[in-house]
């Protein structure tokens, strides 16, 4: 019974208010544009996924079936953190300049994972006198651990057709 | 053989291409990566005369599938029409030229042209009801009203177009790199199949250097430093390339190297990684497989890695996972990529999974490997722009080893099998 107790107080995860989320989309947008990738992956947890389907994937895209960019389990994430940090990154060293923004942030749900909130987001990338732009959204799911927001996923679809103009995901979006 | 031309023994020397057989050096003048004019003469001499990777069975499986692409600068149908036959056509209207089909891909039995409405049956033939008297009553006797085909050949399960009809078959042409193809094909049980679309991306480099790269021995441990350290860690002990390698000259500008990577293989090599229960999975797989074909090529199905290069531009890389990737110069220092992932029909989930993460950890314009290829592609570009001052490369690694010794996949022999095609194919037959 006690279990039982515990699955249905873990069942839904009430959301807090969407200025709260947006806060924590600034900071996160923060970290990834100053290059703090340990405190961005401080973010995650060990049962948290990361992934980047194909530029105009359909928010149903499962990386199972289909081939992505990225689709990173913590193990994956945390060595994509440590490779950025590491000069041996060519693609990432010397750094590229970031700015990451965020808009239209709504809540669109709650479940036992926890709550689903998504953005829209455009990220300039800058490296070799060229900029690079990724626009679309991220769907996130996030719940309270220990007092503190994580990420239990973070799935970020790219409103475009192809990578014809930036060639490559190097950085986080 | 009349394709293959290349004399084996005897020094060679053009104005780009330097191939000094006595002294055991060869180079490639940076001009050829850099010239508007040789890329131009490079899609007539090349890409216009070549068979060129146009796509897999796998993706058409029913009558009436269609995809859309662009092969080789010109934009493509390939379809299968009402009774399933197999076709390729260029997709424009004869009419006024404008594209007949704009999606992707789907499934359709006529393909109509939204500019002033002419239709075709997906065999090609003209299907357009015009008013009495709007033309000649024998106006299409000679063809002109249907869609354009282009002249289509398969190898196993591989489609390859032509635009020079004059070409000698695919079958000549493939040569003696039908034996990657019949390797993959026999991955499983069933045959292969594409997985989950396509990736599409640029470099910003001009396309020869990603055929160079994509089964270049030498680079892997420098340039794919941060990889080695991950599959270090997921392996749980030391990741080292192969001492022992093959390198196969397939003839007509192909060429593969071939050994025993450290990664995990879906067929059916295991990693620590991928957990004790994968492990018995991926025994299984390999007792399907040793049982299908035998140990000793079960062994270099399984075990052994291949990366190959389908001259001009098709490299099918079976390594930790395995991807068909095909490329092509919109100027000379832009290339697009369009890279897709190979997998064995009817495979679990699980196992589907892991094949894609593998492919995802080294593959791709978000891996751990890819991308650092390309900022190397891209920065030799830059480079290149001092041709004058710097004009040569170097491709001469392991050419002087003696007679009978055997080149190594650290050589460099496989690049200048490509070279060595694609000079006499520049320099005129």
């Not at chain 2, 004790?276 to 270099?300: F, H, L, P, Q």
Request: with cysteine; net charge negative; charged share 25%.
């Amino acid at each position: 019974m006690a279990n039982q107790n515990q699955a249905a107080n873990a069942a839904v995860e009430q959301p807090m208010s969407r200025s709260a989320y947006e806060d924590f989309f600034f900071e996160e947008a923060a970290m990834l544009d100053e290059w703090r990738l340990e405190e961005w992956l401080a973010l995650f947890t060990e049962e948290s996924v990361y992934e980047v389907p194909r530029a105009g994937a359909p928010d149903t895209a499962d990386s199972a079936e289909d081939l992505f960019y990225i689709a990173d389990n913590y193990f994956r994430l945390g060595h994509r953190v440590k490779r950025m940090l590491d000069k041996a990154a060519h693609a990432e060293w010397p750094r590229s300049i970031q700015s990451h923004l965020i808009s239209n942030v709504r809540i669109t749900g709650s479940d036992e994972k926890g709550v689903h909130v998504t953005c829209r987001f455009i990220t300039k990338r800058a490296k070799n006198d060229v900029t690079d732009t990724y626009a679309g959204h991220h769907n996130y799911i996030l719940r309270t651990i220990d007092g503190k927001l994580k990420i239990l996923s973070k799935r970020t679809f790219l409103a475009s057709d192809s990578l014809r103009d930036q060639g490559k995901v190097t950085i986080i979006l | 053989m009349p394709d293959t031309m290349v004399t084996q023994n005897k020094t060679r020397e053009s104005s780009l291409v330097v191939d000094d057989r006595e002294n055991g050096l060869f180079r490639v003048n940076r001009k050829a990566f850099l010239d508007e004019e040789i890329l131009h003469m490079e899609r007539e001499k090349i890409f216009n005369r070549c068979w060129l990777f146009l796509g897999h069975a796998s993706e058409l499986p029913n009558p009436n599938d269609f995809v859309t692409r662009n092969v080789g600068g010109k934009e493509l149908i390939f379809n299968r029409d009402r009774k399933g036959e197999f076709h390729a056509f260029l997709n424009t209207c004869p009419h006024r030229g404008a594209m007949v089909e704009r999606q992707e891909s789907g499934n359709s039995i006529a393909f109509k042209c939204f500019y002033h409405g002419w239709a075709f049956n997906n065999n090609g033939n003209y299907a357009t009801r015009h008013q009495k008297g709007t033309y000649p009553e024998n106006f299409n006797h000679d063809g002109c009203a249907n869609l354009i085909p282009v002249k289509l050949e398969q190898y196993r399960d591989f489609f390859f177009v032509n635009y020079d009809d004059g070409a000698n078959s695919l079958d000549s042409y493939l040569a003696d790199a039908k034996i990657i193809f019949d390797l993959i094909d026999q991955h499983g049980p069933d045959g292969m199949e594409v997985v989950g679309g396509a990736q599409k991306y640029s470099i910003r480099s001009n396309w020869k250097l990603l055929m160079e790269n994509s089964y270049d021995g030498y680079h892997a441990l420098d340039t794919h430093e941060t990889y080695f350290k991950y599959l270090t860690e997921a392996i749980g002990g030391p990741a080292e390339m192969p001492k022992v390698t093959n390198v196969m000259n397939l003839k007509n500008g192909h060429a593969s190297i071939e050994g025993d990577a450290p990664w995990g293989r879906p067929v059916a090599k295991w990693i620590p990684a991928w957990g004790e229960n994968a492990k018995s999975e991926v025994e299984e797989i390999k007792r399907e497989v040793v049982s299908r074909v035998g140990a000793e090529r079960a062994n270099r199905i399984c075990q052994l890695g291949r990366n190959t290069g389908i001259f001009p531009n098709l490299v099918i890389n079976d390594i930790m996972a395995i991807t068909i990737r095909t490329f092509y110069p919109v100027e000379p220092g832009v290339m697009n990529v369009t890279a897709w992932a190979l997998g064995v029909k009817g495979e679990k989930r699980d196992f589907r999974k892991r094949r894609l993460d593998n492919f995802l950890e080294f593959l791709g314009p978000g891996g751990f490997a890819t991308p650092d290829d390309v900022e190397a592609l891209e920065s030799a570009y830059r480079g290149y722009a001092a041709y004058k001052l710097a004009p040569w490369n170097d491709i001469s690694r392991g050419m002087s080893r003696g007679q009978g010794e055997p080149f190594k996949a650290d050589d460099e022999e496989q690049m200048r099998c490509f070279w060595r095609e694609w000079d006499r194919r520049m320099g005129g037959e």
